[in-house]
């Protein structure tokens, strides 16, 4: 019966259609529904032309079968991290990082609250991060799966994410900076993950501007990371003191390059603003000098240094003092020219690629020719703080020019290199030379081809672009703005993500869909084969701390659940399985403590169980297997009716329960 009915509307729908289809061709217009099972002819009544097609066909990820590389974005203002699955572009999941998010009740139980409290500066809770540049943990160079990295700019702090369940497990806070940039990078084997500095300030305490000299400063943190702990160590840890230029991005050393890190700067100037008092504003006084400096850091010095103990101890964290740097060989300068952004290490690490945003050339640097330098010391002088600089002619390979505004570059496995070009709005493909000409069999330092984006473009990810053995065939441009590309959605726009293919390095570059970006603006991303990510799809036993990674100490399973009361603290034991919280009713006096750990018992993949208390500000995200926790005062009285808030069954809307507080 129920069946017939079905198939009566679905005649009668269809005959709707049919009838708009008519008259939408009787009026001659585009735009009526399309009736047609032909796909050409339904891209005829769309308007698609065959690129079109073929942008669809390339993108269209039919239900339930998965995308071939997952992207990991930076979620910008939102604090977050952005899963997206290419190249169909669905966004697969937002992790919660430096933000509470309700969803994955990331923020609201006792165990994720204490890991957003890892990142609170001098005791002050920060609730939002910027987020710009992810980093995926690497093996001999390789993107190896296991973890993510990402840094937040505007407090300078960085956090580590577990991909066998994409939570984030760590935050660390840079106890000497409240602003970085250059991060985050691993080095080739996850050893460190490097976090560079921003606006320089004193690492300590209070200096007026004109001490900005003498106590100002930059830094770089490197940052040491335990892969079998699956979390950085501080005390292990330290900073390499700079001068107060502003660093900006970095990149680790691969392959040759191995041990060394690369860093930019943007005010050698050390202009300190101050327009209101007739000083050049900050973006004029630092720009003057036609050159910055790309710091070269010897990484394994470095660390021998500190392990020799060569270190000061500020604030409880060790700094590799400036002075012994530049004397010990740690350190060198290259005059980059001014206000360069990217700095890119080609995937053999031969060639480093610098882009400035007020330069129209990319300046490609060669990592012998910085060793010949250094061994025969061709300096072109030292800089204030003492630190050589080696000649520019000496240590460079070669400048091209690649348009307006060029920002950062990715390479792909065929020796072309993928350039930003932000007042362009277009990516530009180059050819890499020295031994990767006979890979391409063009002429090497060449532009090749260009592509249009739309708009702004800052960075793009090429597919696994940034590690030794990239993919190519896929390049995301991660535009700033969107202008006209989507539907009017008032003055503030989303973003836009364009995927473009870039798996024909003889012919041109297509652009093959736009995806907008609506929580923040997203700055860095990296794109790693699905095949390399192993997560779980339920915890590996009921009773788990995702937190620890291990079974929580309050993991409860059927028949053990409880209330129990001691002095003024009331501590339950429950356990959610579809369709019931059990216990259903929880009574305590007003100002009570309560103590409430959920153990999820499902073992079945998706089955899980949210819970919201109302009036107390908490939700859970309970997934199969794991125990949360929320913990407060019971400082209003009345009745709270909590519930699930994931649609788990037929009978979710019964899964609910009594918090009964007494006056
Ligand atoms: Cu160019 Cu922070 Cu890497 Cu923005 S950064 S684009
Ligand atoms: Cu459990 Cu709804």
């Known amino acids: ?208 501007l004109d001490q900005y000299k ?74 003057q000098r036609d050159m910055d400096y790309l710091h070269v850091i010897n990484l394994r010095k470095a660390v021998e240094l500190v392990e020799a103990g060569r270190t000061r101890t500020i604030k409880g964290f060790k700094v590799l003092p400036l002075d012994v740097a530049a004397a010990e060989g740690v350190l060198y300068f290259i005059p980059e020219p001014k206000s360069p952004h990217g700095v890119d290490v080609s995937p053999d690490g031969n060639y480093l690629v610098v882009s400035g ?50 920002l950062h570059t990715q390479f792909d496995p065929n020796g072309y290199a993928y350039t930003s070009l932000f007042l362009e709005s277009a990516v530009v493909r180059w050819t890499l030379g020295g031994p990767w000409t006979e890979k391409h069999g063009r002429d090497p330092w060449t532009v090749v081809d260009k592509v249009s984006v739309h708009y702004n473009i800052g960075h793009l990810a090429v597919a696994e672009g940034d590690n030794v053995n990239p993919d190519g065939r896929y390049l995301v441009a991660m535009n700033k703005w969107s202008v006209d590309r989507f539907a009017n959605v008032g003055p503030l726009l989303p973003q836009n993500f364009q995927l473009i293919d870039i798996g024909n390095p003889n012919g041109s570059m297509q652009l093959l869909y736009d995806m907008p970006i609506a929580l923040g603006e997203p700055h860095y991303a990296q794109i790693i084969k699905a095949d390399k990510l192993q997560p779980w799809e339920v915890y590996p036993e009921v009773g788990w701390d995702p937190t620890t990674q291990s079974r929580h100490p309050a993991a409860t399973r059927p028949g053990e659940e409880r209330i129990e009361r001691r002095g003024n603290t009331v501590e339950i034991w429950m356990t959610a399985t579809r369709s019931h919280f059990t216990p259903e009713h929880v009574e305590v006096r007003k100002g009570d403590r309560v103590i409430w750990h959920i153990t999820n018992i499902e073992r079945a993949r998706d ?57």
């Open 357 to 406: 945003k007020l330069d129209p050339h990319a300046t490609i640097y060669n990592f012998q020719k910085i060793q010949d330098a250094i061994a025969n010391e061709r300096f072109s002088g030292r800089d204030d703080y003492g630190v050589p600089i080696l000649d520019f002619d000496a240590v460079v390979e070669t400048q091209i020019e690649l348009g307006l505004g060029p």
């Open 607 to 663: 089955a899980t169980h949210g819970f919201a208390l109302p009036g107390y500000n908490f939700n859970l995200s309970i997934e199969p297997g794991e125990t949360a926790t929320i913990e407060f005062v019971a400082d209003r009285d009345g009745v709270f009716a909590f519930y699930c808030t994931e649609f788990c069954s037929a009978l979710h809307l019964e899964m609910a329960g009594y918090f009964l507080v007494r006056p």
């Open 214 to 287: 003498e106590k100002y400063r930059g830094l770089v943190t490197f940052w040491k990371f335990d892969r079998e702990r699956g979390r950085i160590i501080p005390e292990q840890s330290f900073a390499l003191e700079l001068p107060p230029y502003w660093q900006d991005l970095c990149d680790a050393g691969k392959q040759v390059s191995e041990g060394w890190v690369f860093c930019n700067s943007f005010n050698t100037e050390m202009a300190t603003g101050g327009v209101e008092k007739g000083n050049p504003p900050f973006e004029a006084g630092a720009s």
């Open 1 to 208: 019966m129920k069946r017939h009915t079905l198939r009566g509307l679905t005649g009668l729908a269809l005959a709707a259609l049919l009838l708009i289809g008519l008259i939408g061709c009787q009026g001659g217009g585009q735009t009526g529904a399309v009736v047609s099972e032909d796909p050409m002819e339904i891209a005829r009544a769309r308007g698609l032309s065959p690129a079109d097609v073929v942008a669809a066909v390339k993108t269209y990820q039919p239900t339930g079968t998965y995308d071939e590389y997952i992207m990991f974005a930076s979620g910008g203002h939102s604090g977050q991290v952005l899963v997206i699955g290419i190249p169909s572009m669905r966004l697969l999941k937002v992790i919660g990082v430096f933000t509470p998010e309700p969803w994955q009740g990331w923020g609201f139980s006792k165990e994720t609250r204490e890991v957003l409290a890892q990142g609170n500066y001098d005791g002050k809770e920060l609730t939002w991060g910027d987020v710009h540049h992810p980093a995926l943990s690497e093996t001999n160079g390789d993107y190896d799966g296991q973890f993510l990295f990402v840094n937040e700019k505007a407090n300078a702090r960085v956090a580590v994410i577990d991909l066998r369940d994409f939570e984030t497990k760590q935050i660390v806070k840079n106890p000497l900076s409240l602003s970085d940039h250059g991060g985050t990078f691993v080095t080739p084997n996850t050893e460190w993950v490097i976090e560079g500095g921003q606006y320089a300030a004193p690492f300590e305490g209070y200096a007026s």
